[in-house]
């Protein structure tokens, strides 16, 4: 039953990255700005560029410690430039998935150890 519900879980977390990478890639298509893919400390995946980022660091929903800088090594996925340089390599993507579906994994144990604590 284990095998079954990770098998799940990583085809419903995969499945949620997809659709954030291609809504990404086409906001990057109509708009020519550069997009990461970040996630929101839970299970939630958004996209979202250099403003819209400033906009969330001012309004306190990001540590006002993070830069935009940090957004390439930070982020899950991340569009090519404006002139279509700097998109990741096939190699970086995997990397990065593989670590994004343990990001979820450990995401879920928290929750549940969570869970386990305020039943008591």
């Not at 085809?11 to 990461?36: S, T």
């Not at 996209?47 to 940090?70: C, T």
Request: hydrophobic share 35%; aromatic share 16%; proline share 1%.
């Amino acid at each position: 039953m284990k095998v079954i519900r990770k098998f799940f879980y990583r085809f419903i977390d995969g499945r949620r990255l997809d659709k954030a990478i291609r809504e990404a890639n086409m906001a990057h298509k109509k708009y020519h700005e550069r997009y990461y893919i970040m996630s929101d400390g839970e299970l939630n995946v958004f996209w979202l560029n250099k403003q819209m980022f400033r906009e969330l660091r001012a309004s306190g929903y990001i540590h006002p410690s993070m830069f935009v800088r940090d957004l390439q090594e930070r982020s899950w996925y991340f569009t090519a430039h404006r002139n279509g340089t700097g998109s990741m390599s096939v190699e970086d993507k995997q990397v990065r998935r593989a670590a994004y579906f343990r990001y979820c994994q450990e995401c879920r144990e928290a929750n549940r150890y969570i869970k386990k604590i305020n039943s008591k």
